[in-house]
């Protein structure tokens, strides 16, 4: 894929993505909102939002989603502003990779521990894995820029 198809996955999954993330904290101060997700006993997010295992290290996992998904934006735009900076592609990789493991867990909660799954918090979870492949591909093109050989004189002749 082209740069330029990273750089969008890694934005529109961000975006959409905290999108998602800010819906699921409406939804937790209005819970009339859950009925718009809720399609039957297993999908559904008032199942979710009325467990009270909504909390991780005791902060409400839609938090988690937003703040995460925020850093995320900010990171996209600080490595397309500073495109020769490895680091950054390299930083936004580890961020969307600790927003995977964060999914990976809330998802985990929902299906084994709760016996249901919130399709916003699905949407999310699948966000932060678009905004994942983006970075990937950006910090491995990072490293192979890194890694390329200089060009010498006999390869200008």
């Not at 996955?9 to 101060?29: K, N, P, S, V, W």
């Not at 397309?80 to 867990?105: H, K, N, P, Q, S």
Request: net charge positive.
């Amino acid at each position: 894929m082209r740069l330029r198809t990273y750089r969008s996955l890694l934005t529109l999954g961000a975006a959409f993505g905290l999108i998602a993330a800010l819906f699921a904290g409406l939804e937790f101060y209005d819970l009339s909102l859950t009925a718009v997700c809720t399609v039957n006993a297993f999908f559904s997010c008032a199942l979710i939002a009325e467990s009270g295992k909504t909390t991780t290290l005791g902060v409400q996992d839609y938090l988690w989603g937003i703040g995460g998904f925020v850093a995320i934006l900010l990171l996209a735009v600080a490595a397309e502003r500073r495109r020769r900076d490895a680091r950054l592609a390299y930083l936004v990789l580890g961020v969307t990779t600790a927003g995977v493991a964060f999914a990976a867990y809330f998802l985990y909660v929902e299906l084994a521990e709760i016996g249901g799954l919130c399709p916003v918090c699905l949407t999310a979870y699948l966000c932060g894995v678009v905004a994942w492949i983006g970075a990937l591909g950006l910090a491995r093109h990072a490293y192979r820029r890194r890694v390329a050989p200089a060009p010498t004189a006999a390869d200008a002749a």
